[in-house]
Each structure stands twice: as structure tokens, then as C-alpha cells.
């Protein structure tokens, strides 16, 4: 089966009650049993509810996976693969990490002996210096956020399984649309599927999948253990999503194509990163791992003015000035005073995260009114 007929009956039946086409909200706890361990396969819905279960599947199916697994949210996900690791293990990560991972990493998980590296790792064999025998996992997301660097996931795969370490991409920015990464050797793909496979907005959740049995288990494990698992609802929302996914990639990468085009040629605009671009220090890995190069635009304008970047995000009438990303809907944020105000300015601009930086969420909508709205906020 192809992407785009995944993405609709990857791993789905239709509901063996009444044939219905969509899975049914279960929106119950528990089960009725006959007899005690007298039922259908189902107990109590923490452990298992059967509209998750459908989510759960199409999760698998559509990352080339075998098992998947759904959050309560994306750190909820991201907070579950943490809990394979033990006091002494130690993580390599990126520099430049979604805030969230790197406050849950940071001040969560360092506080329970786990020791963190973040570095560089557009040149993935810089990897390889960190690696010693406490190092148990590397955390991977590319596409960046929001400085849109490429990191390459073979090399680090190969990497990781040199030395006998988990990989995990968290691969919310690109979706499996443009990236796969457990067929590039990653183990553990990860999502916030808040932002592009829910795609409308409407929903917080995480997900989870892996190729292999054992550590399916674990996570399973963890999974009913914790707890940190979606609800029925959220999940009949999250599958309807996934429905479109490709379709809806499709035109965010063709509206991001034309956005990140107008933008380099703007006289206002200093620099765009987007992985599209030739000149991209990454643009020939981006293009052989990813199919595209979807539609989130980082860009600063000339002069590096503050004020002049929150009055431009205030101008914007199309492009919504939101935190998230990834719906059908078009949004705007300025990194420096929203998602990354509480790292020191010295700090964040070292990763590039300037006063005068603009991150766009490329929707939908029609490109001439997308255009159009950005001529008029910079103008
Ligand atoms: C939003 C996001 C997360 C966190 O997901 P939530 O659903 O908000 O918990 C993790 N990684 C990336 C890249 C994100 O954009």
C-alpha cells in the first residue's frame, strides 16, 4: 500500500458492530466481563480502548512501523521514551531543541541522574565524540525548531547502532508525508501530533512508534504504567486527521515553496531559512531524506529591529500571531519574545534566535492571499 492510501485504510477495519466506515468514540472506562477475565479484549480504558486502538494503528501504518502508541500529548510521548533510561545513562541531543523537550530533559530528568549533552549536529559525525558506555539514546528532531537545521538521520543510525544506542526522531515538523525515519534506521519515531497529523487545531496528543517487539513492550509498558494516555474523542479527531494528512502536506509544501520564494526576494528581508533553499548548509541531506521541504519558514528582516518584528506580527491579518504550528490555518510567532523569551538573549542568538526573527506556520489557504498579507504587514 502507497503513503496516500495509508494515510486512509492503513491497519483500519470497519467497526465489526454495525460496519460502521469511521471508528466509533468509545467514550467508556471500563467493559462488561462475564465471568472475571470473561471479555472482548478490552478491560479498562487506560490499558486499552479500541478508538485509541484504531489511532494506534494508523499510527504504525502510516511511519512504516509495526507498534504505535498514543499520548495524552506530545511530551507526554516524549516523557515515556525518557522512562526506558536509568539513573547514569546519558542522552545526546541537539543544541537547538524544541523548548519543551529541552525543559522536560533539563529539569525533569537531569534531576533523576540522567545525564544530557546538547551539540551540534549538522555535521552528524560529530556525534560519535559523545558517545561513551553510559550513553543509552540520541534525540533527533529535523527540521529544527526554529532555526529549520537538517540533521541526518542515517548517519547518526548508523551511528547508534554502531555503538549499540536507541535513536528517536522526534519528527513533528516533517510528518511522515516528507521523512520516514525508522526506514533510515532511526528505532523510536516520535510526534506531537497536536501540530501537522491532527491538523486543525482542535487537539493536544503524542505519539509513538517503534519496529521492534521488545521494545514495543516496554513502551506498552510505561504506556499503562504511567497513564499519560488520549482520550477517545481526541483520538476519533487525531484518525480524521491523519485522513488528509497528505493531501493537506501537499499544499503546505507547495505554499511554503512560494512564501520562502517571496520572502528571499522581499529588499526588507535579511535572511530565510527553509531547507528548500540550494544554499541551505544541509539542502542535499534535506533532499535525500525528505520527499519536500514543507511549510515552516524561519526569517529575519534588515536591521535586526525588535520592535519592528512584533509590529510586523501585529500587521499580519491572514497569518495568525499563535504559539503551534502545522494546522490548516496560517500563524506567525516571534521566537525571541514568545517560545524561546526564557532563554537568555546571549543564549538563544547564539542558536540564531535573533530580536528581528519571525517563524511562520505556512497554511492552506489561497497563496495569493498569503502573499498578499505579508506585503502588507512589511510594507
Ligand atoms: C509541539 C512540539 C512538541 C511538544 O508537543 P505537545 O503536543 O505540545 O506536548 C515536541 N516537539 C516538537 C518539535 C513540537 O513542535
Known amino acids: ?33 462475564t465471568t472475571p477475565g470473561g471479555h472482548k479484549g478490552f ?23 509495526e507498534f504505535g502508541f498514543a499520548f495524552g500529548s506530545g511530551l507526554a510521548a516524549i516523557d515515556a521514551v525518557m522512562k526506558l533510561l536509568k539513573p547514569g545513562d546519558e542522552v545526546i541531543s541537539t543544541n537547538d531543541l524544541y523548548g519543551g523537550s529541552h525543559r522536560l530533559f533539563t529539569k ?31 534525540w533527533v528532531e529535523t527540521p529544527t525548531n526554529p532555526m529549520m537545521n537538517i540533521i541526518d538521520i542515517k548517519t547518526t543510525a548508523s551511528i547508534a ?6 535513536l528517536a526522531v522526534d519528527n513533528t515538523f516533517a510528518t511522515p508525508y516528507l521523512q520516514q525515519p525508522l526506514d533510515l534506521g532511526a528505532d523510536i519515531v516520535m510526534h506531537s501530533a497536536t501540530k501537522y497529523i491532527g491538523g486543525h487545531s482542535d487537539l493536544v496528543m503524542g505519539a509513538l512508534i517503534v519496529k521492534d517487539k521488545e521494545l ?4 506498552y509498558f510505561i504506556q499503562n504504567a504511567s497513564g499519560a494516555v488520549c482520550g477517545p474523542q481526541d483520538s476519533f479527531l487525531a484518525l480524521r486527521g491523519i485522513k488528509t494528512l497528505h493531501v493537506r502536506m501537499q499544499r503546505h509544501c507547495e505554499n511554503g515553496k512560494a512564501v520562502a520564494e517571496y520572502l528571499a526576494t522581499h529588499p526588507k528581508v535579511e535572511k530565510v531559512y527553509w531547507p528548500g533553499f540550494e544554499d541551505h548548509p544541509n539542502h ?10 514543507g511549510g515552516m519558514i524561519s526569517f529575519t528582516t534588515k536591521g535586526n529591529n525588535y520592535e519592528q518584528a512584533i509590529k510586523t506580527v501585529e500587521n499580519l491579518k491572514i497569518f495568525t500571531l499563535a504559539e503551534s504550528l502545522g494546522g490548516v490555518e496560517s500563524l506567525s510567532g516571534h521566537p525571541a519574545s514568545m517560545t524561546h523569551a526564557s532563554i537568555p538573549k546571549e543564549e538563544r542568538e547564539k542558536t540564531g534566535v ?16 498569503l502573499i498578499n498579507d505579508l506585503k502588507q504587514a512589511l510594507g
Do not use: C, W
Request: proline share 3%.
Open 354 to 369: 535573533v530580536d528581528s526573527l519571525i517563524r511562520l506556520s505556512v497554511g492552506i489557504e489561497d497563496i495569493e492571499d
Open 43 to 65: 478491560e479498562y480504558s487506560r490499558t486499552h480502548n479500541p478508538t485509541r486502538q484504531a489511532l494506534e494503528n494508523a499510527f504504525a501504518s502510516i511511519e512504516n512501523g
Open 216 to 219: 514495543a513492550e516496554k513502551l
Open 108 to 138: 525533569i530528568f537531569q534531576g533523576f541522574g540522567i545525564k544530557f549533552h546538547f551539540i551540534g549536529m549538522q555535521n552528524a559525525s560529530n556525534i560519535e565524540s559523545y558517545v561513551n558506555d553510559n550513553t543509552k539514546l540520541i
Open 284 to 293: 542535499d541531506i534535506a533532499k535525500s531524506q525528505m520527499k519536500a521541504f
Open 161 to 166: 547502532k554502531k555503538h549499540d544506542v536507541l
Open 1 to 33: 500500500m502507497k503513503f496516500n492510501t495509508k494515510t486512509i485504510h492503513g491497519r483500519q477495519k470497519h467497526d465489526p458492530a454495525y460496519g460502521a466506515v469511521m471508528p466509533p468514540i468509545y467514550q467508556t472506562s471500563t467493559y462488561a466481563q
